[in-house]
């Protein structure tokens, strides 16, 4: 039997998670807005399941699709919800919230489908179990009832908490980026990690810690839990099993130059410690320095950044300022490298005084971005020194 997974993203970024699960191994089936759907087969769920959660960098969930169907009156949803083998995923004391959504349906009141749903449910499960109370005092099932067109999908949630909470980041700076975007960013920036990388404007450390986490091949999911651990229907053992085969397959990448610089003194030691707790501090150079003083010694290396977005009155015209240096410190200072930004500001390569080699649309949180990328030269010999190690970055900046 085969079953449908689905891997949640935001949206923008589906097609680089379709590609994660591809080269991953997975089976894609399809892509759609905000999602991507993959197969397991009866005899590997529990283990895609859990190196889906353990090992996709981009995505933001890993759903079970347990079925979809039309409906149009409140009837045809409790019919088809109950027509649902639920007995097979949610075990005898299992708890089931469910949360809805509906768009552009005769099922508009997310709160009564929600209602219908979970008694749908718990009839199917009273029956199959033959009690009449259900105790929901064991293992958690997130249900889903989303609503498009008239058209009901029922998923079940095995994360829990998003994946992009790694367990790394209990210190935040102002506006830090998700590290599942974090993620996609770098895989669109095709950042190679035998060239340097660096975020000028790293805040928490999110580009900079994504970054050595690649490049040491640490799985961003294996130091959390997963609420599909504890179903029944899914072997825990297998979980355990895999997370250490994920733990032994971590490397310690030599020659990496990895640089996170920020002008505020305290998320630049926030961005250490995060470092650390992801066991990546050894591999990352973090300093405190204003973005105009940037340099590097090496060529031919990636600038992802995320800087601020002016967003609150007053701040604006120092973003824009922000972007104006950013665009004369790369062009003076950073020839050989690529540069990729994210800002929702539609004068960026005004600003920044130059065309991106490509743009792409993105989400960040709720603000509509996109992805300026600049792609540099190509590589024309191996990456090392440019010029003598005197000059380099670390002594053109303020160090703390
Ligand atoms: C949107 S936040 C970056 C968040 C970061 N990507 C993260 O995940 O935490 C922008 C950062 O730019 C920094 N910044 C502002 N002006 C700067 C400058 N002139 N030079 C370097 N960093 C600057 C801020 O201190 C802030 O941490």
Excluded at 149 to 164: F, P, Q, R
Excluded at 177 to 194: G, V
Excluded at 324 to 332: E, I, N, P, S
Aim: net charge neutral.
């Amino acid at each position: 039997m085969q079953y449908e997974l689905i891997a949640t993203s935001t949206f923008g970024i589906e097609g680089i998670l379709a590609d994660e699960l591809t080269e991953k191994g997975f089976k894609r089936l399809r892509t759609e807005n905000g999602r991507v759907v993959f197969a397991a087969d009866s005899d590997n769920l529990t283990e895609t399941v859990a190196r889906a959660n353990m090992t996709l960098r981009t995505a933001d969930r890993i759903l079970v699709h347990v079925g979809t169907f039309e409906a149009h009156t409140f009837d045809q949803l409790f019919d088809g919800v109950k027509a649902l083998p639920w007995e097979k995923w949610i075990c005898r004391d299992g708890r089931f919230p469910v949360e809805g959504r509906s768009n552009k349906s005769d099922l508009f009141s997310v709160s009564d489908c929600q209602a219908i749903t979970k008694k749908a449910i718990a009839t199917r499960l009273s029956g199959a179990y033959g009690i009449d109370w259900l105790p929901e005092s064991g293992p958690l099932f997130k249900v889903e009832v989303a609503v498009a067109k008239n058209m009901v999908t029922l998923t079940l949630d095995t994360s829990g908490a998003g994946l992009h909470k790694r367990g790394y980041r209990p210190e935040v700076s102002q506006a830090p980026i998700r590290e599942t975007l974090a993620a996609a960013i770098i895989m669109c920036s095709k950042w190679n990690p035998k060239r340097p990388f660096m975020d000028p404007c790293c805040g928490s450390g999110t580009f900079p810690i994504e970054a050595a986490m690649m490049a040491a091949n640490i799985a961003p999911g294996i130091y959390r839990d997963y609420d599909a651990e504890q179903w029944p229907c899914i072997d825990k053992a297998k979980w355990d099993e895999i997370r250490q085969e994920l733990k032994d397959q971590i490397i310690e990448p030599e020659d990496l130059h990895i640089i996170g610089t920020d002008i505020d003194d305290s998320v630049v030691k926030r961005a250490r410690n995060n470092a650390n707790r992801a066991g990546v501090g050894q591999y990352i150079h973090f300093q405190r320095a204003d973005l105009r003083d940037a340099k590097s010694r090496f060529s031919y290396g990636t600038i992802v950044c995320n800087p601020p977005y002016g967003e609150r009155i007053g701040e604006q015209r120092d973003a824009e300022l922000l972007y104006k240096r950013l665009g004369k410190v790369y062009a003076t200072e950073f020839e050989t490298w690529s540069c990729h930004v994210i800002t929702p500001c539609d004068k960026f390569e005004k600003l920044f005084g130059k065309e991106a080699s490509k743009k792409r649309k993105l989400f960040n949180g709720r603000i509509r971005c996109d992805l300026y990328q600049f792609f540099g030269p190509k590589l024309k010999r191996a990456p090392g020194p440019k010029v003598a190690p005197q000059d380099n970055m670390e002594k053109n900046v303020v160090t703390d």
